[in-house]
């Protein structure tokens, strides 16, 4: 068998055992999704009129909030799904499975491509989902083209993976579960830091450059230009650098902790 051969038939082997231990432990995953369904909820029918006065000329409604919002909560979901990814690697390292993996004649990269992969097809299900409830409280985008709308999911499976190589070296530096999450928290704070919420012109002076050159707020302001046809400026290059810089960056400090770590 050749190489190629060994590694996809070892990371699929791999990419089904991800899969089952998240649908035997739910609990995780389904407190990651409701993360972002309870914010939109939260946001839209709570804060959403006093939210608005903030967008365009202070005369949005609530319709057009949910408009702005969704794309936003759509990218803290991916944020929020790669935690559990930080949790799942360093669980696996602490219980040792993974060491004798090791000592088993299987592709050595398999183990954390398995990770990789389940977690981006979860992040697109979740993504999905948050989707589907905002669709039914009356989000709309009657402009966007099937080419735009084929972007968008593009956008967002691109995102997903560039933040899960960075969740996965986040794990791999994790002694145990309860520090993993607390390593990939700023997944979840940074769309609140971002332009998901309230423009960045309606923050304090100050705040604006934090907000506006984080990779959240590129990739939303991508994101509403491509469903809403709102404009992407020079958004839409900024997000390309982030994703290609986090995929490398999480890639090198994976493979490098995964072949470097003694366990």
């Not at 998240?22 to 009129?49: E, K, Q």
């Not at 990218?75 to 060491?99: C, F, R």
């Not at 398999?110 to 979740?126: K, T």
């Amino acid at each position: 068998m050749s190489t190629y051969s060994l590694a996809l038939r070892d990371s699929s082997t791999m990419l089904r055992r991800n899969l089952l231990h998240a649908r035997r432990y739910p609990s995780l995953t389904l407190n990651l999704l409701l993360t972002p369904i309870m914010l939109l909820l939260l946001f839209v029918y709570l804060f959403g009129d006093v939210m608005s006065a903030g967008i365009g000329d202070g005369g949005a409604n609530r319709s057009e909030y949910i408009a702005y919002i969704v794309p936003g909560i759509l990218l803290m979901t991916i944020g929020g799904t790669t935690v559990g990814t930080a949790v799942s690697v360093s669980t696996d390292m602490a219980e040792g499975i993974i060491a004798r993996f090791r000592t088993m004649a299987i592709h050595r990269g398999s183990v954390i491509i398995g990770h990789v992969i389940g977690s981006v097809l979860q992040a697109v299900i979740s993504v999905t989902l948050v989707g589907a409830v905002g669709v039914a409280i009356g989000f709309r985008s009657t402009d966007a083209t099937l080419l735009e709308w084929l972007a968008a999911y593009g956008l967002l499976i691109l995102f997903a993976t560039a933040l899960t190589w960075v969740a996965v070296g986040m794990g791999l530096i994790s002694p145990n579960a309860e520090a993993a999450s607390n390593n990939a928290m700023p997944m979840i704070l940074l769309p609140l830091f971002s332009s998901a919420f309230v423009p960045i012109d309606a923050m304090p002076g100050w705040f604006q450059p934090i907000a506006e050159y984080q990779p959240f707020t590129p990739a939303i302001e991508t994101l509403r230009g491509l469903l809403l046809g709102t404009e992407i400026g020079h958004n839409g290059w900024l997000t390309l650098t982030w994703t290609l810089a986090l995929t490398l960056l999480g890639y090198y400090w994976s493979k490098a902790k995964f072949n470097n770590d003694p366990k």
